[in-house]
């Protein structure tokens, strides 16, 4: 059974059906989905939770779709690790890391699309559409194939391959659109308008958005039914941060955690950073911006959500960061070093938001603190290539390992002492 | 006869420029304000143009030229990533 009861435009708070539709009539405001709530507390529990499957359907009561159209790859319930290494590093006593690299595409975005796949089918839609730089396209792809639709997939046409291949392998109808970001964002709009299509980020995104709210779910359930001091979230369009916030207050208005004292927190790179921008200059008002940075999963210039974040960061006390692209990559090997999980550019920018968080102060050593890791390492290889520490290359004996070993490391090199 | 629905963004050398009312008067298009946002770095404003669609286009058009930056009302970049 699902309970969510209507849309409601974001701005006017004016009452829509639960269409395919995304934009109030009157103040073209965003919708969003509203849910009985009273139903939901009455129909759900910890322990209904806790005996439920290990994906993100173990929400179901709060997802707005029928359960029965679910395309189920697995999604959600992903680790929360305890990260005491990166925590020590940093000069944080209570840090956690939600590993959402491990999802079935290896990003956050199989949580949006499973809902969206879901409602597109209640809707009776056959085919799904995107326009992604890569982690959306890739889990659109994924989802249709296994549902049997028909998908259409728009990316740039200057994308590495592997992002390309990532989504080309599940085979949709794959276009790679000549010229710039902004003409994509044109193309993709106007076929929205006149094609039968579930758009997942358009037509459906009031649904597809409401995902996101699975990460707040499991983290508040991980950390034993409580919401921590402190999240650390990347800003694309903001929806992923917003949803985050959202899914904290929902859990304590059903009853299952005591009201949020979260600080919301979120990060971007300093060439795409509108939202930071903004939030640095006290306005909740930001200037949409042309992307210029490596972490591509976070290149909105113009993000659809970014006065609601700025909202949130004002509402909660949290705030901003953004950091260079050489931060980024320092971030990303920091995280993988410390802790062993490969991100891809959008985690480089978390931790070193983080990182330069903790060190100004915003958040205090003692702030349990919560960072999402929302995209595996593997989609952005390019970034840390040349990066790293070059592999010892040795002949195949174990006087030549000793003598390179030796040239790095003096201390390591030699047989271990009572080695056979 | 067409509508589009569209978001200005003036940056602070821009706000003073009746923008919105040049456009009515260069070309066949009526515009209806339905949220609208300005402090001392940014204004924006959203609107629906009304009429024909290639007059509405050159209109637009014509706000860019003269510095506005214009997008959907809505959406924001449709394009997504992480």
Request: net charge negative; aromatic share 8%; proline share 5%.
């Amino acid at each position: 059974m699902s309970f969510e009861s209507a849309l409601r435009c974001r701005e006017c708070g004016r009452e829509y059906p639960l269409d395919p539709i995304f934009s109030c009539e009157f103040c073209f405001g965003p919708l969003e989905v509203d849910y009985d709530y009273d139903g939901i507390r009455a129909a759900m529990s910890r322990e209904s939770i806790s005996a439920g499957p290990a994906t993100l359907w173990r929400y179901a009561e709060l997802l707005p779709c029928d359960p029965q159209y679910r395309v189920d790859l697995g999604t959600g319930f992903t680790p929360l690790i305890r990260a005491d290494r990166l925590a020590e590093r940093l000069g944080l006593e209570r840090l956690w890391l939600k590993n959402d690299t491990v999802n079935p595409t290896w990003s956050f975005k199989d949580r949006v699309v499973s809902v969206a796949i879901a409602r597109a089918r209640e809707f009776g839609f056959d085919a799904m559409a995107c326009a992604s730089t890569g982690n959306l396209a890739n889990s659109v792809a994924a989802h249709a194939s296994s549902a049997g639709m028909e998908a259409y997939v728009f990316i740039p046409d200057d994308l590495e391959q592997g992002k390309v291949v990532n989504s080309n392998v599940y085979d949709p109808t794959l276009v790679m659109v000549e010229g710039s970001y902004d003409d994509v964002n044109r193309l993709c709009t106007e076929l929205s308008a006149d094609r039968n299509w579930a758009f997942v980020n358009i037509n459906v995104r009031p649904y597809y958005a409401e995902g996101s709210r699975t990460l707040a779910f499991e983290v508040a359930e991980q950390l034993g039914w409580r919401a921590p001091d402190h999240v650390v979230a990347p800003l694309a369009s903001g929806s992923l941060y917003t949803k985050i916030w959202k899914g904290f207050k929902e859990f304590e208005r059903v009853g299952l955690i005591d009201e949020p004292q979260t600080r919301m927190s979120g990060a971007q790179a300093t060439g795409c950073s509108p939202i930071a921008k903004a939030y640095k200059e006290g306005t909740l008002n930001f200037l949409p911006q042309k992307p210029d940075t490596i972490a591509r999963s976070l290149a909105i210039g113009n993000p659809a959500d970014g006065y609601y974040a700025l909202k949130t960061m004002e509402e909660t006390g949290g705030g901003a960061e953004m950091t260079s692209d050489a931060e980024i990559i320092e971030g990303v090997k920091l995280l993988a070093e410390t802790e062993g999980i490969f991100a891809e550019t959008a985690g480089g920018v978390t931790i070193a938001c983080l990182k330069k968080m903790v060190e100004s102060g915003h958040i205090r050593p003692q702030e349990e603190t919560v960072a999402f890791i929302t995209g595996a390492g593997l989609k952005t290889v390019e970034a840390v290539q040349g990066q790293l520490t070059e592999p010892l290359r040795v002949p195949a004996n174990a006087e030549a390992f000793d003598e390179a070993l030796g040239a790095r490391h003096p201390v390591l090199a030699g047989a271990p002492a009572g080695g056979a | 006869m067409a509508t589009k629905r569209v978001r200005f963004t003036f940056e602070p050398n821009q706000i003073k420029r009746p923008v919105i009312y040049e456009l009515g008067h260069k070309f066949e298009v009526v515009t209806s304000i339905r949220m609208a946002d300005v402090d001392d770095s940014i204004g924006w404003v959203v609107l629906e143009l009304e009429g024909d669609s290639d007059e509405i286009e050159r209109s637009v058009a014509w706000a860019r030229e003269v510095g506005v930056r214009v997008d959907d009302a809505t959406l924001g970049d449709v394009v997504e990533g992480s």
